[in-house]
């Protein structure tokens, strides 16, 4: 009976040829250290036309759009009134800006 020696493992330029032609039967990228590349996130479609799509137009029609649209027609602007209101609560505690016409320079006190 003949003496069966164990089969030696491939050399590595043999590997190697192997591993490309791989590469290019199934079309990936040459990366034997596992960098971190990018690839997966390159070829990926571009989806931001796709997520676009999927969700509804906004329409951000504000009252005061609203009015030089519709000239004729009148609009509440319930944010802008509770703005008003609250800058008149606080110029009248004596919290709201200096008026315009004052500079700050005239209206600091001297003791």
């Known amino acids: 009976m003949p003496i069966k020696y164990p089969i030696p493992p491939p050399s590595k ?5 192997l591993f490309k032609e791989r590469q290019l ?3 990936t ?12 996130i390159l ?3 571009f989806r931001a036309q796709q997520l676009e799509d999927y ?8 009252p005061r ?3 030089r649209l519709f000239p004729g027609m009148s609009f509440e602007d319930e944010k802008r009134d509770r703005w008003e ?3 008149y609560r606080r110029r009248k505690r004596g919290k709201g800006p200096p008026p315009r016409h004052v500079s ?4 600091v006190d001297v003791f």
């Open 13 to 17: 330029a043999r590997l190697y040829t």
């Open 25 to 27: 039967l199934w079309n």
């Open 29 to 40: 990228v040459n990366n034997p250290y596992g960098l971190r590349l990018g690839n997966k």
């Open 43 to 45: 070829k990926a479609r």
């Open 55 to 62: 969700y509804p137009p906004k329409f951000n029609f504000t």
């Open 65 to 67: 759009k609203l009015k």
């Open 85 to 87: 209101e609250m800058n």
């Open 104 to 107: 700050a320079v005239n209206c």
